[in-house]
């Protein structure tokens, strides 16, 4: 059975060498992977030591199935440039690739989704490169790209969807179904 809950500081080691590994995919050959695992840590424990002061509310999450990691997901309060009021950001997804298919995606995002609308958001932002495999997850689930920029030194073509969540999470929750059926 697969458990979505919160990463524990243990938890984050495994966690960013899993993001280092499929940032080269997500770069698509647009840029080169130059991250660094040490880097990746010491950055994404410092964001989320530092949530209060900034008053955020980030959810670091994985899926384990017993205790093996499949995947894990990064949220946050949007920046008020994306959504003024009322948004979360997703700022990373990342599943193992011989975990993919079998909807860890979505029951991780449906996890960060309850969690926030719970808190009242509405609506959600995600920056996706652009020639990635994960783009149309996004738009099958309902988000619609609202503009585009470039990153990595005009290297990396990035769009930004705009989701409303309850769509989304409606929309997940019926591709969830298919693999519920599977299992």
């Known amino acids: ?26 770069l698509a050959g647009k840029a080169e992977n130059t991250l660094s695992v040490s880097q990746e840590l010491d950055f994404w424990a410092n964001w989320k030591n530092t949530a209060q002061e900034h008053e955020d509310i980030r959810l670091l999450i994985g899926a384990f199935e017993e205790d093996k990691m499949l995947g894990v997901a990064f949220c946050s309060f949007a920046e008020t440039y994306d959504i003024p009021e009322k ?27 309850d969690f926030y609308l719970a808190k009242g958001m509405e609506k959600i932002v995600i920056y996706n490169p652009h020639y990635s495999p994960s783009n149309g997850f996004y738009h099958k689930h309902g988000a619609q790209v609202v503009r585009q920029e470039y990153q990595m030194e005009g290297m990396l073509l990035v769009d930004i969807f705009l989701g409303d969540m309850i769509l989304m999470k409606n929309n997940m929750e019926k591709s969830l179904k298919k693999y519920k059926l599977m299992c």
């Open 87 to 113: 948004g979360i950001e997703l700022n990373g997804l990342w599943v193992y690739p011989d975990h993919r298919g079998r909807g860890i995606s979505l029951m991780m995002i449906i996890h960060a989704l």
């Open 1 to 26: 059975m697969i458990n979505i809950r919160e990463l524990t500081e243990e938890d984050m080691q495994q966690a960013m060498e899993l993001k280092v590994m499929c940032w080269t995919e997500e």
